[in-house]
């Protein structure tokens, strides 16, 4: 069976298109576009009616490519931008009525177990690992071993929405970074209590922000070909060091780091950070696989 996934994330939509048998899910056609859907307003609740119209002009492209390739079966699934958004019912039917696309709106629970899914399929998960998938809207952490779901949850701390709320100066100020910590104090208390529980020993990022960390440290590595790497935890630490400390102009010019993550780099190295810290955890990998991979794995579970 030939299928399509949209993930219709805050920042990115994505499109992957991939034949699936009982055994195997064989990409064929991928792509992604940076809709920024989260733009302006994100903790106000709001998709802003640019930010709309890029989103449906983008499924629009999406609607040609799924015509073009014969797709047999087409799942599109938004998170936290458009579950959050008082008008994002009003997204979803236009997406229908304008794109051809009918839009499932899952919940944290939901997007979480893809998450868990995708990052499964690429063999990363050793010992109880802590899988965290750093959103523009949300981030997903997920407590696992590599043969099930131990403990899950969402939270409204995506990287898009911590920016807005706290990213006043260039570099970001003591005061800032302050801030976001004091805050993930307050929203992490269940998550920390669930680390001390279950131990994890191994943190393994989920594709977006990652991706950028891995292409930074692992120099000639071909992520987009890779289903996992790891990441020298102390490599990433001046990685990170070096990119909270930077400038809006300085990381412009660094290698191997796209527009689109410019800014929102910082906060995802703040939160990761953090939860290095909190955890003790000393292990760190990628998992280029992520939600839109889960729900493939999930269709071909179906064929078995």
């Known amino acids: 069976m ?24 064989k990409i064929i056609y991928k792509t992604n576009v940076p809709v920024r859907l989260g733009q302006g307003r994100i903790n106000e609740n709001i998709i802003i009616p640019e930010a ?28 936290s931008a458009v579950r959050s958004a008082a008008n994002g019912s009003d997204f979803v039917k236009a997406a229908k009525q ?67 709320a706290y990213f006043n100066s260039d570099p970001i100020s003591e005061q800032d970074k302050t801030a976001i910590i004091n805050h993930l104090d307050n929203e992490l208390g269940d998550l920390k209590q669930a680390c001390t529980s279950f131990k994890p020993n191994h943190l393994v990022g989920s594709a977006g922000a990652f991706e950028t960390f891995a292409g930074m440290i692992l120099k000639g590595t071909d992520i ?24 809006h102009a300085e990381r412009e010019n660094m290698p191997d780091l796209i527009k689109l993550r410019v800014d929102m ?18 292990q760190i990998s990628l998992s280029t696989f992520d939600l839109k991979m889960g729900v493939l794995y999930s269709l071909s579970e179906l064929k078995s």
Not at 113 to 131: D, F, H, P, Q, R
């Open 2 to 25: 030939r299928a399509a996934v949209i993930d219709l994330g805050t920042n990115t939509f994505h499109l992957i298109i991939a034949d699936i048998s009982a055994s195997d899910v």
């Open 52 to 79: 709309f119209n890029r989103g449906v002009e983008t499924l629009k492209t999406f609607k040609q490519e799924i015509e073009k390739h014969q797709v047999q079966q087409t799942l599109a699934i938004a998170t």
């Open 98 to 164: 304008e794109a051809g696309i009918s839009i499932e709106v899952v919940d944290g629970d939901k997007e979480a177990e893809y998450i868990y899914k995708g990052v499964k399929a690429t063999g990363v998960i050793n010992g109880t690992s802590l899988i965290m998938d750093i959103g523009g809207g949300s981030t997903e952490f997920i407590i696992c071993d590599h043969q099930k779901l131990l403990w899950k949850k969402s939270y409204n701390i995506g990287a898009a929405r911590l920016m807005q």
């Open 224 to 247: 987009k070909n890779t289903k996992s790497a790891p990441i020298e935890i102390t490599a990433y630490k001046n990685l990170s060091e070096k990119l909270i400390t930077s400038t």
């Open 265 to 282: 780099i910082v906060i995802a190295a703040i939160l990761t950070n953090y939860i290095v810290s909190m955890s003790g955890i000393k």
